[in-house]
């Protein structure tokens, strides 16, 4: 189509149809710039694709060390004893003294580790009979040992000694023991009598042992209480020998039923004899 064609129609047409043909609406002005919701880089808007959302990168987690960094791997802290005492009230300090003064002397206490040789009174006098010496009592008391010791009246002049060690006979030392005298005249049996002061420090693996020695015309009766020596141990090896160590008694054949009342193994009337064994249980005077 030329454009004279153009210009022809355009002339041709009525002046009502011009003006509402070719009429054109303004809009308003706006206030401020309008800002595009999607923008296109250049590359995109040439070949006419849409961007994808940019993704934010995570940040990586890292691990330093304190001397990477310049700074002391350990941290040391040194403790002193104070100038000046602690002012504690006095019942607390009391109280602490007692506690400490209590287990050393649980700990540095001693006990027999043997019975009373005259509590089975007629052993005691057989012993006495054929060994002329034995042992009568024992006790202990505050850091020392007492105790009384019956030898046959041989002759006037006799001699009485308690042999004892504290270091498990590594040495050993004699003690003399004191004449008593009998309340009743014209007795066959003396009497003498021993205190013996402990060491205040005792090594806890030593063992202390006594035995009992007498002197007379020329000859010397020992009582050994049969060969193993008279012991004094620590409190804490006795309990635990007393836990370990079961109690064996004699067997005489008699057992007690749950009321108390004694039977024999035997039957319960009809082994009469065998209750002539309970003129064995206690001591004879």
């Known amino acids: 189509m030329m454009a004279v064609d153009i210009e022809y129609r355009y002339n041709c047409m009525a002046p009502s149809l011009r003006q509402e043909r070719f009429a054109f609406k303004i809009s308003p002005k706006p206030s401020k710039p ?23 990168k995570k940040v990586k987690k890292r691990v330093s060390f304190a001397d990477n960094q310049g700074l002391a791997l350990t941290m040391v802290k040194v403790f002193s004893e104070f100038d000046d005492p602690l002012d504690m009230p006095f019942n607390i300090t009391e109280l602490l003294d007692n506690i400490v003064s209590l287990t ?4 540095e206490s001693f006990v027999l580790d043997f019975s009373q040789p005259s509590a089975d009174y007629l052993d005691f006098r057989n012993r006495l009979q054929a060994d002329h010496v034995c042992l009568e009592n024992c006790v202990l008391k505050d850091k020392a040992i007492a105790g009384t010791v019956k030898v046959q009246n041989l002759a006037f002049e006799k001699t009485v000694k308690i042999r004892m060690t504290f270091d498990t006979w590594k040495s050993y030392t004699d003690f003399p023991c004191q004449y008593v005298k009998d309340t009743y005249a014209g007795s066959d049996r003396d009497t003498f009598s021993f205190d013996i002061s402990l060491p205040e420090k005792i090594q806890s693996y030593e063992r202390m042992e006594f035995a009992v020695y007498y002197e007379c015309n020329g000859q010397t009766y020992w009582d050994s209480n049969r060969g193993k020596n008279y012991r004094i141990i620590r409190a804490e090896l006795k309990s635990t020998q007393g836990m370990t160590k079961p109690h064996s008694g004699p067997d005489l054949g008699i057992s007690f039923d749950q009321f108390g009342s004694p039977r024999c193994s035997y039957g319960l009337f009809p082994e009469w004899p065998s209750y002539l064994g309970y003129e064995k249980l206690g001591p004879y005077y």
């Open 34 to 56: 309008l800002r595009p919701c999607i923008q296109l880089s250049s590359k995109n808007e040439a070949s006419g694709m849409v961007a994808p959302a940019v993704q934010e």
């Open 104 to 107: 050393t002397a649980e700990s």
